[in-house]
Each structure stands twice: as C-alpha cells, then as structure tokens.
C-alpha cells in the first residue's frame, strides 16, 4: 500500500518477513492496536498463511485512514488470515 504518513518503512511486517524467511519462524502472529488501522502492514500480510494479523483501531467518524472495517477471521479470499477489530469513535484508552 502506498504510504499514507504512519509506516514509511514497515517495520514489523520487515521483521515478520526476516522471522519467518531467515531465521526459519513457521507462523508470526502480529497485533496492532492503536488509533490507527494498519493498513500498510494488512496489505503486505494479508494472503500469507505464514502470518496472523489483527488490528483493534478506531472506525468511522471520520476517522483516518477510513479503513480496516470488520472481517471474519478464516473468511475465504486473501483475508482468511486477517482479523479487523474496528472500534466507534471516540476510542479511549480502556477499549484497547
């Protein structure tokens, strides 16, 4: 995904990849949870079965990025391993 002011260079997708391509990792789980959806580390993710990545971030109200609606973990398609946890704005910090 281009970049949209968050991860310039993602780094824990770059680690994921490193954990699993070299130092022979067979599954990486990676959660996310912030204000922000990942979206730049879904899109790199997302399709590979070597990765589990969920996502807790505030969803609708206008909230950027607008992405990361809800998904079913196991959904057919290149989000079987992809699990959104949109949150209603205003997130505080007990939500997470």
Do not use: M, W
């Amino acid at each position: 995904a281009p970049s949209q002011g968050f991860c310039l260079l993602n780094t824990v997708a770059i680690a994921g990849l490193e954990a699993v391509e070299a130092l022979g990792a067979t599954r990486v789980a990676v959660v996310d949870f912030d204000i922000h959806h990942g979206n730049g580390t879904e899109d790199i993710l997302a399709g590979d079965e070597r990765f589990f990545f969920a996502s807790a971030h505030a969803f609708g109200g206008g909230t950027y990025p607008g992405t990361g609606g809800p998904t079913k973990k196991g959904a057919p398609g290149p989000a079987a391993n992809v699990l959104n946890l949109p949150l209603k704005p205003p997130v505080r910090p007990a939500a997470f």
